[in-house]
Every structure is written in structure tokens, then in C-alpha cells.
């Protein structure tokens, strides 16, 4: 299993959280996703099937920028 953390500096509230790891739980091999709107950051465990490219491109589905933090 693999873990990342994405710096996600357009994350200002609850619903944006929520946006995020309702998205990202959707993509078939995460196993967690967890915001923090403090730091503005996502840290998502996922199988070695899943691409940080797929990843990132989810993000962008949502409607977010991320970089690798």
C-alpha cells in the first residue's frame, strides 16, 4: 500500500473537505482519504494499482490544483 499527502491550497471550508474525499474514496483502490483544512492538505492509502497521476487527475474532476506536499 502506498500513501501521499497533496498540498490542496484552494481547500477553504467543510464542503470542500467533503468534496474531496467523497471524490477520491470513489477511485477503485484508495482505501483512505483525509483532509485537513487546517494545513490544507489531503493524505490518501491506496493499492499499488492506483497512479498519483490518477490521483491528481481526480482532483482535477472535483475541481482542485494540487502538488505533492
Do not use: N, R, W
Not at 31 to 37: F, K, M, N
Not at 62 to 67: A, P
Amino acid at each position: 500500500m502506498k500513501k501521499v499527502t497533496f498540498s490542496v491550497p484552494e481547500m477553504s471550508c467543510g464542503h470542500c473537505t467533503s468534496s474531496i474525499e467523497k471524490g477520491l474514496s470513489a477511485v477503485a483502490g484508495v482505501h483512505s482519504v483525509t483532509s485537513d483544512l487546517a494545513t490544507k492538505t489531503t493524505t490518501i492509502e491506496f493499492d499499488d494499482a492506483v497512479t498519483t497521476a490518477q490521483l491528481i487527475e481526480t482532483f482535477d474532476d472535483i475541481g482542485f490544483d494540487v502538488k505533492e506536499a
